[in-house]
């Protein structure tokens, strides 16, 4: 799958209604898209997420929000301030240390019957079931183990949200995210922090 185009008709064949079609989009993106970082993360284009085949939130909803555009739909972005809590246990302690607290969780809505609902895609089901295998991240809190993350036409949300300071709104596009720069510390730290954390998290995946 070469383009958006592709990866949509190759994903959403058969499917005879936009809820079919959303919730074929939802599972691929949320599963053949495991949650990991890559460098140009925040100024990665739809095309780029799938071609590296990972993302974090911002890249995992750029690519759910293209491809249900892609068929047909209409999709946007909600903003949600969240604490670095959220990614406890995900990521290496130095990079959760030098997040902003709180700082910016970006997920998918999608128009459904009238409707905009979430479709928030970032953990991966593999990743999801061990998290609450192990009570890691949010499954260190029992009031939050009953998080779901299956397609349901009302909405998905995943852990994140469970830590949200404050709602931020949302938007047709991430103009304004793609603007923020990063310090040469944050690169610096980005460099050697970014593989070291998706080994963390392959690490609670695999075992």
């Not at 053949?32 to 460098?39: D, E, L, Q, R, V």
């Not at 959760?96 to 895609?121: Q, S």
Request: glycine letters at 4%; charged letters at 30%; one cysteine or more.
């Amino acid at each position: 799958m070469n383009s958006i185009q592709e990866a949509v008709e190759k994903v959403t064949e058969g499917a005879k209604t936009d809820e079919e079609r959303l919730e074929r989009i939802f599972y691929f993106v949320r599963d053949k898209i495991p949650f990991g970082f890559f460098n140009k993360y925040i100024c990665a284009s739809a095309e780029e997420v799938l071609k590296k085949q990972r993302g974090i939130c911002v890249n995992k909803a750029e690519l759910l929000v293209a491809m249900v555009r892609a068929a047909g739909m209409s999709a946007r972005f909600h903003y949600s301030w969240v604490s670095p809590n959220c990614l406890i246990d995900l990521i290496h302690p130095l990079l959760l240390k030098n997040l902003p607290d709180p700082f910016l969780h970006i997920y998918a809505e999608v128009l459904l019957k009238g409707k905009w609902v979430p479709m928030d895609v970032l953990f991966d089901q593999k990743l999801h079931k061990a998290l609450l295998k192990k009570r890691l991240n949010f499954a260190r809190y029992p009031e939050k183990r009953d998080l779901i993350i299956e397609f349901s036409p009302s909405g998905v949300i995943a852990g994140p949200v469970l830590f949200e300071v404050k709602d931020g709104g949302y938007a047709d596009d991430l103009t304004e995210v793609k603007k923020i720069r990063l310090t040469f510390i944050q690169h610096v730290l980005k460099l050697f922090l970014f593989p070291l954390s998706n080994r963390i998290t392959k690490k609670v995946r695999d075992t």
